[in-house]
């Protein structure tokens, strides 16, 4: 496997910065590069080549499609009317005007498309367009520009993500929402000034900057081979056994799903064995945006002295394979990392490690090895293995902490402290502490693709050379003895939090808007009132995730008169466990069978009786005397999403 990425050059954006701090955008470019690789080596995110799009290789190779673009007849000129910003002296691109939608009336969105209801259009359609650069209204222009026919290519276009494992559902369901509203033919020029491959057919013309900048993944890949002397002609060609498999956000989903492939396969090049999109990055629910100052660096992450791996393992926690938005919330990234990592994982270590060193010279029981505990977390191993490469990560997760609770239990019950004060239970201790720390080499073999680093530091204490995965069925073995523990990793503080908070407050701060206009009956942002009068936004409800459940299993819980514990089926591969205050109101076999509405993503809570992994909703009187659940009439299935 071969990881390849380049450092975006081209565009306005870059030439209007490059301006404002007085240096030519060869430098600017030259800069974020060197920063992105600094971050990058930061959070253990190795490329074998990270070049850039401002290239040698790249200017030639996208020279070169385009001549043969060009042959084909499939570019062509046209005379067009673009915005103008008369004080700035230049045509604007799309995301350089700002407005209203003209498909949902929302406040402050870009030229080409709605981050509320999602609508692509043209800058034309804006309401109250304004220029980003000077504030001023644009005027139109003429000025001809050139055209890629990607309206002929529908059928192609179809019969290529028709290929089995191409694209996941969701990225296909989106596709035919672009297909249904007719496939535009794309302006892949843009007039001086611009930073960019000028057009060698057309002076003062540049391509636009997602014209070049996926031929940037050949370009780098071109840059490898030379430096390490592989054939790149040879990976070029339509009909290559190697796949290509790109990782993109889904706001360039259209450059990448439609665009790319179409001037590759009429380019006679290959095309992408598969196109994994994700979603934005929110930060305690507002978009992460660099163009709208809403983001905390990287940087900034790691000078408040936070642990790098913390924010992987939250990600991980959290990604699946959809376009679903990511949200780093602060209190549940603390309550994760602190409940999971700290509490779970590196405490089965911490309270066995140090008995077999102090008490049999670091050595393991061989006999122990077998144990069915440790057979049943090895045969996790498939399942896990399998998630990671759907790219279901927050269910790799869930396994392994899964595996990390049944281990914390066994401890529980053994209490290798108390066997360690009897000298006649030795032989007991030594078998406790064994099985125990075979289950934590299993687990960071498991966690290893998201942690590498402490993976790293966790072999060095069990004395195991860098694990692969093939390594499962090889345990730990007396004849190598595990080292003393050391500490593998702090809790988060809240000081730390509250330290990255206030390095960031100028970009978290919340932005104003101008009033959203629309019509209720269409707007996809229409809000809803309560019987308070207070208003939520579509963004704020969208947040929850609420899912059908049945009630597999309910019972009281023994120490509590308020807590009822319920075993609910979301449609999941395991059920969840969900402690929910309603005793007084239900006997758990009136719930047993029942359907109910569960709120599916409410960050686990760690209870004085077990684990809580979400809530039941319920309505409730005014007095709280009353109390009833929620559910839904029709054909109900666990898992179903209520929206």
Known sequence: CTYLCASDAHGTPIMLKARDLGIAPEALVERFQREHLRDFNRFQIEF?????????????????????????????????????????????????????????????????????????????????????????????????????????FERSLREWMATAGR????????????????LRDWD???????????????????????????????????????????????????????????FIGKDILYFHALFWPAMLQFAGLRTPTKVNAHGFLTVDGAK???????????????????????????????LNSTMEDLDLSFSDFTARVNSDLVGKYINIASRSAGFLVKNFEGRVLDSAMQHPLLADIRAQAAAIAAHYDEREYGKAIREVMACADKVNAYVDQEKPWELAKNPDKQAELQTACSICLEAFRLLTLYLKPVLPVLAGNAENILGVAPMTWADVNTPLSSATPVQAFKHLMQRVDQKQIDALIDANKQSLAPTSASPVKTDAKKSATSVASTASGEYISIDDFTKIDL?????????????????????????????????????????????????????ANLAPRKMKFGLSEGMVLCAASDDDTALSTLTALGKLTPGMKIS
Not at 108 to 129: F, R, W
Not at 290 to 313: H, V
């Open 48 to 152: 074998d080549n990270y070049h850039t799009t401002h290239s040698a290789e790249n200017h030639e190779l996208v020279d070169g499609i385009f001549a043969k673009l060009v042959a084909a007849d499939l570019v062509e000129w046209r005379e067009i009317e673009q915005a103008y910003d008369v004080e700035a002296k230049m045509f604007l691109p799309d995301r350089f005007i700002r407005g209203d939608c003209p498909v949902c009336g929302a406040a402050d969105q870009y030229g080409d498309s709605c981050e509320i209801c999602g609508a692509t259009y043209s800058p034309a359609d804006l309401k109250n367009p304004r220029s980003v650069v000077s504030g001023t209204t644009p005027v139109k222009r003429a000025s001809r520009h050139l055209f890629f026919r990607l309206g002929r």
């Open 167 to 182: 694209l996941d559902s969701s990225i296909a369901r989106k596709l035919e929402e672009w297909f249904a509203a007719g």
């Open 188 to 246: 892949i020029s843009r007039d001086a000034p611009y930073f960019g491959f000028e057009s060698p057919d057309a002076p003062g013309k540049y391509f636009y900057v997602w014209l070049d900048a996926p031929v940037g993944y050949f370009a780098s890949f071109q840059n490898l081979c030379e430096r390490i002397g592989l054939d790149y002609q040879e990976f070029l060609k339509a009909d290559t056994n190697t796949e290509m498999i790109h």
């Open 288 to 318: 992460m945006s660099k163009s709208r100052g809403t983001f905390i660096t990287a940087e900034s992450f790691i000078q408040q002295g936070l642990n790098p791996e913390w924010l992987r393992y939250y990600f991980a926690a959290k």
């Open 547 to 599: 899912r059908i459940g049945l009630v597999k299993e309910c019972k009281a819980v023994e120490g509590s008169t308020k807590l009822l514990q319920l075993t609910v089926d979301l449609g999941e591969e395991k059920p969840r466990n969900i402690f929910s205050g309603i005793a007084a109101h239900y006997q758990a076999e009136q719930l047993t069978g029942q359907y109910v509405v569960v709120v």
